[in-house]
């Protein structure tokens, strides 16, 4: 209970003997009121201060998810053969523009129907560059607990609001349930050469030649082809079946949420990337959209590095073909060093690191 010296209540030690003093000074009274309003206490642990560890269970800590920078060393030349790491980006625009174009024209309003169009566009420009020192620096700062680059400022990622930026794709649209989602034209009943799976040969089997008709099975088979070629990157370097019900669902101009599809994977996409780097031997053919990370930094390195295009002329009609112009092309001997150091120094957060909160993005609305 409480006692008053004047407006100050207090509560009172009791008398008790020194072996039970000891006890009671190794202890912290806890406050507490009843309804009536008076003040009572009880004794609880007492935490010793020099010990003590802050304890988050919103965010836990756990060592093994903690960011590569935090390495004690980082021997850099285990990332010097970047051609096998980053073996899963996309081809080259020629390897398939010929065929993009010819069913464009068939169905260019069908993919505005179902929310594509301008991301099937994003296919014609230079997907395929990359700067590969400046990904694996960023890469470092991946926290896999928290799912997010943990710079000097705080935990930075990039989000759907960021997508929707870059590629076109709007936020709203039906989930994607591939157990679910049957197969309104059953893949026993299409054309698709399922042996011709790499992706050169899966162009040259289903392009269909000049002047002849667009076909259902056509447009499945190139949405097959995008999917797995230039969304979400697959690291065998093949068109897989299990985009099948995803290409027939937007063939069938449904309005699936693709936005959070590519998320998802961009984000298991850099958790496995960042827990490769602690393996003894080099990370190989890192998986899924990459190319999202380099148009993502591009877009917030771009005033601190000075990121130019070499066509700054050119009017983009959306905003990730701005940035695919922007990826640096030279590499500089201390390049792991300056993209770090430009990480680094975001010592507070700022506008470059939400660089698409503006009203002058290029592309639609």
């Given amino acids: 209970y409480t006692l008053s010296e004047g407006a100050n209540p207090f509560i009172p030690i009791p008398g008790?003997?020194?072996a039970s003093l000891k006890i009671f000074q190794s202890q912290v009274?806890?406050?507490f009121s009843l309804s009536d309003g008076s003040m009572h206490a009880f004794l609880g642990p007492y935490s010793n201060t020099s010990?003590?560890?802050i304890h988050n269970d919103f965010l836990p800590e756990d060592d093994s998810t903690l960011p590569f920078i935090y390495s004690p060393t980082i021997d850099l030349t285990l990332f010097s053969d970047t051609t096998k790491i980053f073996q899963a980006f996309p081809p080259p625009k020629d390897k398939h523009i010929q065929w993009l174009e010819r069913v464009e024209t068939s169905k260019q309003s069908d993919w505005k129907e179902a929310g594509i169009f301008d991301f099937v566009q994003l296919?014609?420009?230079?997907?395929?560059?990359?700067?590969?020192?400046?990904?694996?620096?960023?890469?470092?700062?991946w926290n896999r607990e928290t799912r997010a680059f943990e710079f000097p400022c705080g935990f930075v990622c990039p989000t759907l609001l960021d997508i929707a930026a870059i590629i076109g794709l709007k936020p709203l649209g039906d989930r994607y349930l591939p157990?679910?989602?049957e197969e309104e034209i059953p893949m026993k009943d299409t054309s698709?050469?399922?042996?011709?799976k790499t992706y050169s040969a899966f162009v040259s089997a289903h392009h269909g030649k000049e002047g002849t008709p667009m076909?259902?099975?056509e447009?499945?088979?190139?949405?097959?082809?995008?999917?797995?070629?230039?969304?979400?990157?697959?690291?065998s370097l093949q068109v897989p079946k299990y985009y099948y019900t995803l290409a027939q669902a937007l063939h069938l101009k449904k309005k699936v949420c693709l936005r959070k599809l590519l998320l998802a994977s961009f984000y298991t996409c850099l958790d496995e990337a960042s827990k490769s780097l602690f393996r003894e031997i080099r990370p190989r053919n890192l998986t899924s959209p990459l190319w999202l990370l380099q148009l993502w930094l591009n877009s917030i390195f771009e005033k601190k590095l000075k990121l130019l295009s070499l066509q700054a002329s050119i009017r983009y009609s959306l905003e990730g073909a701005r940035l695919t112009a922007l990826t640096p092309k030279k590499r500089f001997v201390d390049a792991f060093a300056r993209y770090v150091q430009a990480i680094l120094e975001f010592e507070e957060f700022s506008k470059d690191l939400a660089s698409f909160i503006r009203s002058d993005l290029e592309g639609s609305s």
């Fill in 51 to 53: 010990k003590k560890k």
């Fill in 179 to 181: 157990d679910i989602l």
């Fill in 29 to 31: 009274l806890l406050p």
């Fill in 192 to 196: 698709i050469v399922w042996d011709k």
């Fill in 215 to 217: 076909t259902d099975f």
């Fill in 123 to 141: 296919s014609k420009y230079d997907l395929n560059v990359f700067n590969p020192q400046m990904l694996l620096s960023a890469i470092f700062f």
């Fill in 16 to 18: 008790m003997e020194e």
């Fill in 219 to 235: 447009h499945i088979a190139f949405l097959l082809y995008w999917l797995s070629a230039y969304v979400f990157c697959i690291p």
